[in-house]
């Protein structure tokens, strides 16, 4: 039986033990759907996609959102999430879930930074 105690190692939280079940298609589609409607507070472009982010800790608490062009037009919504997120945040088993893809080039600058 999938999912059951016996298929997880003596010790290890499942689902419903306090902890989000990683890779459950309903936690998932929750948080997308709340990037979807985040995505809907994108002020117009017409050169650029409106794109939603969520940014969820491993305990399922969300620990901060963003969205395209919220503060710049230049803004990405993950940046803003994660810019949000600051120092110390909780990122260690987090999950940000964004309603596109994040853009390569973006990607690419951020290794390119100095940090």
Known sequence: MSGSSRDRPAGAAGPGAGQP???DAGTD???LSEAIELSRRCPPSRSAFSVGAV???AD???IATG???ERDP???AEEVALGKAGPGARLAGATLYSSL???AARAVNAHLRPG
Do not use: N
Request: glycine share 10%; hydrophobic share 30%; charged share 25%.
């Open 21 to 23: 079940a990683r890779g």
């Open 29 to 31: 589609y929750r948080w």
């Open 55 to 57: 940014l969820v800790a």
């Open 60 to 62: 399922g608490s969300v």
């Open 67 to 69: 969205y395209s062009r």
């Open 74 to 76: 230049h803004d990405h």
């Open 101 to 103: 893809e994040p853009c």
